[in-house]
């Protein structure tokens, strides 16, 4: 178990609410814990400390939001996702954390610009998020960002709202995705040496405040209008970016 103080305990059990809450469709929020074990955490080890969290959080989702799930998304973007995954792990043994954080916030960054570009201007967006080749470049980013800094939440959540998906429907899709996808990650984590016995310890002292911000997610996703929804991905996922990038 890491050496914590007790104000570190208590941002850690921030982290584990904001994992809950990601988890039940405000993606954005993953902000909250990335950032949390990012400073108390080296950068690139937080990565291997938060997994099994979001893997908890996952099946919590996929219990909860099954029954939603819309597959044909899944199946356009999971198997690229899974390349990204590889690329990703490669590029964490080149690229050094200082090198690599803000390039994720401006990958961040230039999506959400485009999808408030595409709020705006819908018609020249029309046949875009429906094709193949957004699927693949979405999943891609999504599979490189979500091994190099657990940062794919915002990618998917801009593909998922880029094809009209209800809040519902985008919990369940973003559970079942996410849930492959990171348990898909754990023998690239555990090969760079990210996952040992006392991050697991510390990740099962976190469970019960996992599943209190799942239960908190889930009933503000019930009392939140999609406009609003929609708008605080997207406010959660620039936030997220201008902080990676270093702006404040």
């Known amino acids: 178990m890491p050496a914590l103080t007790f104000t570190q305990w208590l941002l850690c059990i921030l982290a584990g609410l904001g994992v809950g809450v990601a988890k039940s469709g405000f993606a954005g929020?993953?902000?909250v814990h990335v950032l949390v074990m990012?400073?108390?955490?080296?950068?690139?080890?937080?990565?291997?400390v938060v997994l099994p969290m979001l893997i908890i959080g996952d099946i919590c989702a996929v219990v909860a939001f099954k029954r939603h799930a819309v597959w044909k998304h899944v199946a356009r973007t999971l198997p690229i996702a899974c390349i990204g995954v590889a690329v990703g792990a490669w590029?964490?043994?080149?690229?050094?954390?200082?090198?690599?954080?803000?390039?994720?916030?401006?990958?961040?960054?230039?999506?959400?610009?485009v999808q408030l570009w595409r709020m705006w201007k819908p018609a020249l967006f029309e046949r875009v998020p429906h094709s193949f080749a957004f699927a693949a470049t979405m999943g891609m980013l999504a599979g490189i960002t979500t091994m190099m800094a657990n940062a794919a939440g915002p990618v998917m959540a801009l593909y998922f709202l880029a094809v009209g998906m209800p809040k519902l429907q985008f919990a369940g899709t973003s559970a079942w995705f996410f849930l492959i996808v990171n348990l898909y990650k754990v023998p690239f984590s555990l090969g760079?040496?990210?996952?040992?016995?006392?991050?697991?310890?510390?990740?099962?002292?976190?469970?019960p405040t996992i599943v209190a911000g799942l239960f908190l997610g889930r009933w503000l996703l019930h009392h939140v209008p999609q406009k609003l929804f929609d708008g605080l991905i997207l406010a959660f996922a620039a936030i997220a970016a201008l902080m990676r990038i270093g702006l404040f």
């Open 91 to 113: 590029l964490m043994t080149r690229i050094p954390d200082t090198a690599y954080k803000p390039i994720i916030g401006w990958t961040v960054l230039t999506l959400v610009l």
């Open 29 to 31: 929020v993953s902000l």
């Open 192 to 207: 760079l040496g990210l996952i040992g016995k006392d991050t697991l310890l510390f990740n099962l002292a976190l469970v």
């Open 38 to 48: 990012a400073s108390i955490f080296d950068y690139k080890a937080s990565t291997g």
